[in-house]
């Protein structure tokens, strides 16, 4: 089955420490994207990326970082310049922007808490 | 500043009971409104895209209708199982290098009680 993929679902970690989370698709998709969700806000775009090897800045990319060097994978790391971690971080891809499409499909989220 | 508002923030009906939740933009520009739902927990599950004012699409109970300035998702006989928090969200036009940025708006939670 085509989809995308979040791993873990729940992530502890201590104030200080970067942590990475995982999001890889196999819908053959070109553009992916990272979101936070927070508890009464709407989605806020952290980072997107249209290509391989091509990443930009999204609404609130300050403390985080990512890299596409597989066009399946598009993994985000939370750093400990990043001031409020805690919450609900989901990724997304859409099918090609170049043609036109862009409909996003999100993956089942990664749910971080820093303490 | 563009902005995307979503109401009512919450709505209870009793099952069977139709009603529409609404999405309106203050936003220039719009190149296409998308309809998501988010069950508790869970990354939202893409829905519907309306392009043009006038344009309808439906899925099962669920029909999504633009006007130039708002967006209805119309819920007819809902049951339980339709309950689950409704996010529209709007992309607007970037220029030739549009990358699709989607402005989301911060849902709708729906109740269904049976």
């Known amino acids: 089955d085509g989809g995308i993929t979040q791993s873990p679902k729940y992530l502890f970690r201590k104030e200080g420490q970067n942590v990475t989370l995982s999001c890889e698709q196999n819908?053959?998709?070109?553009?992916m994207y990272w979101y936070r969700q927070d508890p009464g806000q709407g989605l806020r775009l952290i980072y997107y990326s249209q290509i391989v090897n091509d990443f930009q800045k999204g609404d609130i990319a300050e403390g985080y970082s990512v890299s596409r060097e597989k066009k399946e994978s598009f993994p985000l790391t939370v750093t400990s310049a990043q001031k409020n971690p805690t919450a609900f971080y989901l990724c997304a891809s859409s099918l090609s922007i170049r043609v036109g499409v862009y409909e996003q499909y999100f993956g089942p989220g990664t749910r971080l808490t820093v303490t | 500043e563009d902005q995307v508002t979503q109401s009512p923030e919450a709505l209870r009906l009793q099952e069977g009971e139709s009603s529409s939740l609404n999405c309106s933009y203050t936003?220039?520009?719009?190149?296409?409104l998308f309809w998501y739902r988010q069950d508790p927990g869970k990354g939202p599950e893409f829905l519907f895209t309306?392009?043009?004012a006038g344009e309808e699409k439906e899925k099962e109970r669920l029909k999504a209708t633009l006007t130039k300035k708002e967006s209805f998702l119309h819920i007819t006989a809902p049951k339980p199982e339709d309950s689950a928090t409704y996010l529209c969200?709007?992309?607007?036009?970037?220029?030739?290098?549009?990358?699709?940025?989607?402005?989301f708006g911060q849902g709708t939670i729906l109740t269904v009680h049976p």
């Open positions: 969200a709007v992309r607007l036009w970037a220029g030739g290098t549009s990358y699709g940025k989607l402005t």
């Open positions: 309306l392009y043009s």
């Open positions: 936003v220039s520009g719009l190149r296409g």
């Open positions: 819908l053959n998709h070109d553009a």
